[in-house]
């Protein structure tokens, strides 16, 4: 059985005992949430959402917080002495997932 859930404006497809990287979520390592936002659950007779599928939910873990790599940004005008550069590093939150209810 899998799930496809929404957090931090993307989705992922998850299974019980998968470890995902999303967008820094509030909470402590070692600690539990539920995640509600589950636009799909997948198995022998799916069910979808329209948009969000009623009364299901992932249970997962937070293993650790980290960030992303960096990446850079820059921006160049060609002929007009234009250069700017930046840098960004995305705060991570990595779940495991422990099991999808409600179903």
Known sequence: MYAVIRTGGKQYRVAEGDTIR???LDGDAGSTLELSDVLMVGGDSPKFG???VEGASVSAEIVRHERG???IVFK?????NYRRTAGHRQDLTVLKINGIGGV
């Open 69 to 71: 790599a960096k990446i």
């Open 22 to 24: 999303v967008e820094r």
């Open 76 to 80: 160049k005008k060609r002929r007009k």
């Open 50 to 52: 329209a948009p969000l």
